[in-house]
């Protein structure tokens, strides 16, 4: 049974940081691409980072470029997200998500097959 168990988040002031980890187990994900997504109240989900198979190509929304950062760690089957300079509009449950079809880098949303549980992050300003 493949599972992608988070952890992390919680609640910041603004211009805080947070550290997000997602782990995979159930089956290997080194040569899948794996991506962060969020959604706000009363709004649809939405890409916030993805990274290919190899973590050698990532892809970032225009909202979270230059403060948020997404890595993994293959031999870990674990993949990260460190957000800085927290925004109250960046409050929001977080998914990670993995696909089984695609290795490149994709935002869409539907590319992915597995999704972890969610966890909120707040920022309060």
């Known amino acids: 049974q493949v599972q992608l168990v988070q952890s992390g988040g919680g609640l910041v002031q603004a211009g805080g940081a947070l550290r997000l980890s997602c782990a995979a187990s159930?089956?290997?994900?080194?040569?899948?691409?794996m991506g962060w997504f969020r959604q706000a109240p009363g709004k649809e989900r939405e890409f916030v980072a993805v990274i290919s198979g190899s973590g050698g190509s990532t892809t970032y929304a225009d909202s979270v470029k230059g403060r948020f950062a997404i890595s993994r760690e293959n031999a870990k089957n674990t993949m990260y997200l460190q957000m800085n300079s927290l925004k109250p509009e960046d409050t929001a449950v977080y998914y990670c998500a993995a696909s089984s079809r695609f290795a490149y880098a994709t935002p869409r949303t539907n590319a992915y097959d597995y999704w972890g549980q969610g966890t909120q992050v707040t920022v309060s300003s």
């Open positions: 159930g089956r290997t994900f080194s040569t899948s691409s």
